[in-house]
């Protein structure tokens, strides 16, 4: 079992920086590929970016491409989500994943999933 707690999220103005983090309980964080995904009220949870287990391998959603950075630090049992460049489209809950099993896109790949951080970005 892991449980999953982000934070960093809140008011920013477009052009502006998030820095969103999501630390896990448990002494296995090495062991779990993590994801991003977003939802916006009234829209299906859509992906953002992936990381894997040491934090080489990483997959972005065409959308946030070369504005978003996720990393991780194993060693503090947290996933890091940098967003530079936000635009107002970037308005949403911003939920952090983790998976057992291979790199996904789908919210069905994931097994534990936070609570969610809202980041609300105006023009």
């Known amino acids: 079992q892991v449980q999953l707690v982000e934070s960093g999220g809140g008011l920013v103005q477009a052009g502006g920086s998030l820095r969103l983090s999501c630390v896990a309980s448990?002494?296995?964080?090495?062991?779990?590929?993590m994801g991003w995904f977003r939802q916006a009220p009234g829209k299906e949870r859509d992906f953002v970016a992936a990381?894997?287990?040491?934090?080489?391998?990483?997959y972005y959603a065409d959308s946030v491409e070369g504005r978003f950075t996720v990393s991780r630090d194993n060693a503090k049992n947290t996933v890091y989500l940098q967003m530079n460049s936000l635009k107002p489209e970037d308005t949403a809950g911003y939920y952090c994943?983790?998976?057992?099993?291979?790199?996904?896109?789908?919210?069905?790949?994931?097994?534990?999933w936070g609570q969610g951080t809202q980041v609300t970005v105006s023009s």
């Open positions: 990381i894997g287990r040491i934090g080489i391998n990483t």
């Open positions: 448990g002494r296995t964080f090495s062991s779990y590929i």
């Open positions: 994943a983790a998976t057992s099993r291979t790199m996904s896109t789908m919210t069905g790949g994931y097994d534990y």
